[in-house]
C-alpha cells in the first residue's frame, strides 16, 4: 500500500533548511523568488496559515485544500526543485541546496496550530533576525496584519485569534513550546 505523505484538509508544518549550514536564502531577491516559486507550486494545492525565510531555514503551516488530489509530495519536489535549479546557477554551483526532500509534522489541534502560528511568526525574532516580527519582510507577521492580498489566508487565522485588533498582540504572546515540541523538531 502506498503511503501519502500529504491528505487534503489535514494541517501541516513544513520545514528544510540548508545542506551543510551553508545560506539559503543570501538575500531578499532569493527570498522573493523562493516566495514565486512557492506562489505557482504550493498555493495551488494548500493554504498557507504562517510562512517565514530565515538565511538558512524555512518553516510554513499549510492546510492542504479539501479538492487537492494526486501526489500532494510531487508541487514540494518541482519548488525545492525549481529553487535549488536557480540557486546554483546564479551561485555558480552544483549539488543539492537543501537538506532534506520534504520535512513535514501533522498538526491535529486548533490549540497547536494556534502556538505553531505563533513559533513561525516568531521565528525571525527568536533567531536574532529582528528586532520585531513586524520589521521581518519574509516571514507571515506583516503579510497577516496587512489588509492588501498576500498568500496567507489572514480571515482564517484570524479566526484562531479573534480580532484583527488583537491579532498582533495574540501572535506575539508566549510560545508554549513544550505543547509543540513534537512539531518544532527540525532535526
Given at each position: 500500500?502506498?503511503?501519502?505523505?500529504?491528505?487534503?484538509g489535514?494541517?501541516?508544518?513544513?520545514?528544510?533548511?540548508a545542506k551543510?549550514?551553508?545560506?539559503l536564502?543570501?538575500d531578499?531577491?532569493?527570498c522573493?523568488?523562493?516566495?514565486?516559486?512557492?506562489?505557482?507550486h504550493?498555493?495551488?494545492?494548500?493554504?498557507?496559515?504562517?510562512?517565514c525565510?530565515l538565511?538558512d531555514?524555512?518553516?510554513?503551516l499549510?492546510r492542504?485544500r479539501?479538492?487537492?488530489?494526486g501526489s500532494?509530495?510531487?508541487?514540494?519536489?518541482?519548488?525545492?526543485?525549481?529553487?535549488?535549479k536557480?540557486?546554483n546557477k546564479?551561485n555558480?554551483?552544483?549539488?543539492k541546496?537543501f537538506?532534506f526532500?520534504?520535512?513535514?509534522?501533522e498538526?491535529?489541534?486548533?490549540e497547536a496550530?494556534?502556538e505553531?502560528i505563533?513559533?513561525?511568526?516568531q521565528?525571525?525574532?527568536?533567531?536574532g533576525a529582528?528586532?520585531?516580527p513586524?520589521?521581518?519582510?519574509?516571514?507571515?507577521?506583516r503579510?497577516?496584519?496587512t489588509t492588501?492580498h498576500?498568500?496567507?489566508a489572514?480571515e482564517?487565522?484570524?479566526?484562531?485569534?479573534g480580532?484583527h485588533?488583537?491579532l498582533?498582540?495574540n501572535?506575539?504572546?508566549?510560545?508554549?513550546?513544550?505543547a509543540i515540541?513534537t512539531?518544532?523538531l527540525e532535526?
Open positions: 500500500m502506498k503511503t501519502t505523505l500529504l491528505e487534503p489535514k494541517y501541516y508544518h513544513v520545514y528544510n533548511r551543510n549550514g551553508d545560506p536564502f543570501e531578499e531577491e532569493a522573493r523568488f523562493f516566495l514565486k516559486l512557492y506562489q505557482a504550493i498555493c495551488p494545492i494548500a493554504e498557507t496559515y504562517a510562512y525565510l538565511s531555514h524555512l518553516h510554513f499549510i492542504i479539501d479538492e487537492a488530489d500532494l509530495y510531487k508541487p514540494f519536489a518541482m519548488l525545492f526543485n525549481a529553487y535549488s536557480g540557486y546564479h555558480e554551483k552544483e549539488g541546496v537538506k526532500k520534504l520535512k513535514h509534522k498538526i491535529r489541534s486548533d496550530l494556534q505553531m505563533r513559533y513561525v511568526n521565528n525571525p525574532w527568536k533567531h529582528t528586532e520585531h513586524a520589521n521581518y519582510r519574509f516571514s507571515s507577521f503579510a497577516t496584519m492588501s498576500t498568500l496567507v489572514k482564517q487565522v484570524q479566526e484562531y485569534f480580532t485588533e488583537n498582533a498582540t501572535l506575539l504572546a508566549n510560545v508554549d513550546e513544550v515540541k512539531l518544532i532535526e
